[in-house]
């Protein structure tokens, strides 16, 4: 069995946004701690089963690599990718600085 | 324009209607009552009136267009479409044209179906009510007051409304049966890996499968039989063939041995008039020479919760995807992380970033094993328990939803209020199976549609299509 989590702070909020890249408002904040608190609360349900002995399933499919002949076959040319870019500059993507700072 | 696809694509192929009569009759429609219901996020009129006179040209060349030759079809708008706008009602993907189409796009278009629009949908398929979408909510044919269910609200008001007699939506939860369901029309999730998802935009991948609308269950079979099978460009398909679904589907019922699941039936919050539609749907079944009886089907209880954890943990990684660099919306920033959190949180609405905030916090260090792990274990125990009561029964019966359609915005506040309305499809998704809804009844007050679900287990499509047309045939009693 494994033991239920304790609740939802809005510290842990703010760290799992930084994780998921997401610059919330304070608003958000608040209001995600509480809804995420309730939701999490009602899936504290599963946590309390006792699965000791249950492996996981990760697919409902018992998959294993799919392979293919290493043969060259048309795709998507370049150009017509970086169309749909926000910012490309001499056949690549442009974006803001990535070093520096962490994110 | 009530004409099934069987109809209108047996007249079409005989040259008895053109295709653009028949696109130009559905366009009329959606002029009519489009601005009430706003099924589409897109109407494709121009592109339908050229691929039904490409239709009619077959027929004259003496060439038959296939077997939905001059079929209007209703794409939902997370499938891409070449060079047509694909958003997933979201302000994140406004504006991008895919560079290729999905496989089931280009096989139902080689088999003469005439795409005619882009279906509203909660955004990134993530809700129950199609209110979740960046360009405004879909809203219920038969009572504009309510909601058409979701995530493929738009795919299902769209069949309800006549806008067109068949349409495409992604289940991963219930996305296809609920709104089924709620507007009154055949909506069905197939095995999973029976449909390609090469070119579905994910959700979450463990979970999503492509599946039919229509107004019949015929329609629905002949739609699905017509798209799934192997593709080399989706991993996860399954290569074995698979059967036909339209011969056969008047086989009965008779020897068929069907379990009414007590935990999907008896679940908190249920409309006792959906209780009662379930247990007509069984004596309709009796009546026509199956055995009925009750199973319990014990973890599905907890499907909810585990549904919650894992599709959310799988949304989170898809979504990662979203990050301002190759596509899509960019709010620009200083640095590359500041431009891609400020592009997420301008281009996601809310509910997207619930879920994201909860997948991400599912996975994460300290609280994997208790959430994500804990909640894979439970999907072995569904699955396990499913394997059970297909040793007695052939196929599960079940509500589709616990209740009618909802007034809109009455659970836009409460999102565990709006989770709960998937509580009867969702394990079906955990496990990989397949299910259908079928209209059964109205309720008494509101005169509002009422579906019944028919569960089968894996590859077990054609099975419950026969038993969906035999709820079709005496529903009437």
Redesign the interface.
């Known amino acids: 069995m ?4 304790a609740r ?1 702070t809005r510290s ?2 703010e ?3 930084k ?7 304070d608003a ?1 904040i608040t209001e ?1 701690t509480e ?2 608190a ?3 609360e ?2 504290a ?3 309390a ?1 006792d ?1 000791s002995d ?8 018992p ?1 294993v690599n ?1 392979l ?1 002949a290493d043969v060259v076959k048309p795709s ?1 040319g370049r150009d ?2 970086l169309t ?4 490309a500059e001499s056949g690549r ?1 442009r ?4 070093l ?4 | 324009m009530n004409s099934s696809a069987f109809d209108i694509a047996a007249d079409v192929r005989a040259g008895r209607v053109s295709a653009r009569d028949v696109v130009e009759q559905h366009l009329a429609t959606i002029a009519d009552r489009e601005a009430d219901v706003h099924a589409f996020n897109l109407v494709m009129a121009d592109v339908a009136r050229r691929q039904a006179d490409a239709v009619d040209g077959d027929v004259a060349a003496g060439h038959d267009p296939g077997p939905l030759a001059g079929v209007p079809l209703a794409l939902k708008d997370n499938l891409c479409t070449r060079g047509v706008d694909t958003t997933c009602s979201s302000r994140i993907l406004q504006g ?2 895919p ?2 189409d999905a496989t089931v796009v280009t096989r139902l278009r080689d088999a003469g179906a005439v795409a005619i629009g882009k279906t509203n949908l909660d955004e990134f398929a993530m809700g129950s009510s199609t209110e979740n979408s960046a360009f405004g909510a879909t809203r219920n044919p038969r009572d504009l007051s309510r909601v058409p269910g979701g995530s493929s609200g738009g795919s299902a008001a769209a069949v309800a409304a006549g806008f067109a007699p068949l349409a495409l939506g992604s289940d991963t939860g219930g996305s296809i049966r609920q709104p089924a369901a709620l507007c009154g029309v055949v909506g069905m999730k197939p095995t ?2 029976t449909v390609s998802r090469y070119g579905l935009i994910a959700f979450a991948s ?1 979970l999503d499968q492509i599946g039919p609308f229509a107004t019949n269950v015929r329609d629905a079979a002949l739609l699905l039989e017509t798209m799934w099978g192997h593709d ?1 460009l989706d ?2 398909s ?1 290569a074995s063939p698979l059967p036909t679904l339209v011969q056969g589907l008047d086989d009965g019922v008779r020897g068929l041995r069907v379990g009414i699941v007590e935990e999907l039936t008896d679940v908190e919050g249920i409309d006792p008039e959906v209780r009662a539609a379930v247990s007509s749907a069984a004596r309709a079944l009796e009546d026509a020479g199956a055995s009925v009886d009750r199973v319990s089907v014990p973890s599905t209880m ?1 499907g909810l ?2 549904y ?2 894992i599709a959310p943990a799988e949304a ?1 990684s898809n979504l ?1 995807r979203y ?8 709010e ?11 592009t ?2 301008r281009g ?1 609405g ?1 509910e997207v ?2 879920r ?3 997948g ?2 599912a996975l ?1 260090a ?2 994997y ?3 994500y ?9 569904i ?1 396990r328990d499913f394997a059970a009561a297909y040793e007695r029964f052939d196929v599960l019966l079940s509500p589709t939803s616990p209740t009618i359609a909802f007034e809109a915005g009455s659970k836009t506040a409460d ?2 209020a709006m ?1 709960l309305s998937d509580v009867c499809t969702i394990p079906t998704n ?4 397949c299910a259908i809804s079928v209209p059964f009844g109205s309720d008494s007050v509101h005169n509002m549609p009422i579906g019944v679900q028919i569960l089968g287990r ?1 590859l077990a499509d054609a099975l419950i299509f026969r038993v969906a047309r035999a709820l079709e045939v005496n529903r009437g009693a």
């Open positions: 494994t033991s239920s989590p939802l842990d909020v760290h799992v946004a994780l998921a890249r997401l610059a919330l408002s958000e995600f809804q995420l309730v939701i999490l009602h899936a349900l599963v946590s089963l699965t249950i492996p996981p399933t990760s697919h409902p499919l998959l799919v293919r998507v017509e990718l749909s870019a926000p910012d993507f974006v803001p600085r990535i520096g700072e962490a994110p | 991008w044209k560079p290729y999973y890996g463990s080399p991993s996860t399954i907890y919760d585990a919650y954890l989170s990662a990050d301002g660099v190759r596509y899509g919306l960019r620009e920033g200083t640095d590359i992380g500041t431009m891609n959190a400020n997420r949180d996601f809310a970033k619930r994201i905030m909860l991400t916090y994460s300290g609280y094993d208790a959430y792990g804990q909640a894979q274990r439970v999907r072995t125990l699955v999102p565990l989770y955990l496990a990989g199976h894996e």
